[in-house]
């Protein structure tokens, strides 16, 4: 069974960093490219940052793009997004979703809470 | 940057068709995924390239796309489909996944 567990989420101080965490399990994670997708409450979803199977192809909405950067480690199948510098609009759910062809989002995990707020 | 319109909200009694359209310039082009949030839960993908479904998808969801605008249509609705619907497509100018901004269907 595919899944992908997300963890890191929790309360931060605007300006603050936070890393979240993306652990998957249930298929060869190492062919598979991964992409990090957000909902702020009571809005829509929004494609946040993805990354190659190799991790040396990476890639940021341009909201977060300088503040953000994701990576991975291929022998411990797990995703990770590195939150720097945050702000009250990065508060929004985090969920980390695997990546078929034609760049859809087969699986997604459960989500993790992201809260910026002093 | 690529945008993509849905409708806020379509509401559908029980036993209706349901569509909801994603409208972009020259979508036709493009492959529209399809993804289906109930409250609280994570998306799940309900169609892909356009019209193809899902194993465990019940044939009653179904996809088009042409020219500026890709639909999902659900038949026969039943009060379990109640969720927000958003489309999906990539965006290859600048390489960015575009999520449409989600519709409420509500079942009435």
């Known amino acids: 069974e595919v899944q992908l567990v997300e963890s890191g989420g929790g309360l931060v101080q605007p300006g603050g960093s936070l890393r979240l965490s993306c652990a998957t399990s249930?298929?060869?994670?190492?062919?598979?490219?991964i992409n990090w997708v957000r909902q702020a409450p009571g809005k829509g979803l929004e494609w946040v940052s993805y990354v190659s199977v190799s991790g040396s192809i990476t890639d940021y909405a341009d909201s977060v793009k300088g503040r953000f950067t994701i990576s991975r480690d291929n022998a411990k199948n797990s995703v990770y997004l590195q939150m720097n510098s945050l702000r009250a609009e990065d508060t929004a759910i985090y969920y980390c979703?695997?990546?078929?062809?034609?760049?859809?989002?087969?699986?997604w995990g459960q989500g993790t809470r992201v809260t910026v707020s002093s | 940057s690529y945008v993509v319109t849905q409708p806020p909200s379509v509401s559908v009694a029980p036993g209706k068709t349901a569509r909801i359209t994603c409208g972009a310039t020259?979508?036709?082009?493009?492959?529209v995924h399809w993804y289906q949030q109930k409250p609280g839960q994570a998306p799940v993908l309900v169609i892909y390239y356009d019209s193809d479904r899902p194993s465990g998808i019940p044939e009653r969801f179904s996809g088009s796309n042409s020219g500026n605008t890709a639909t999902l249509t659900i038949s026969r609705v039943e009060a379990g489909d109640e969720a927000d619907y958003y489309c999906q497509v990539w965006d290859r100018n600048d390489g960015h996944r575009v999520f449409g901004g989600g519709t409420k269907m509500t079942v009435l």
């Open positions: 020259n979508i036709g082009s493009k492959s």
């Open positions: 249930g298929f060869t994670f190492s062919s598979y490219e």
């Open positions: 979703a695997r990546e078929g062809t034609w760049q859809l989002l087969d699986y």
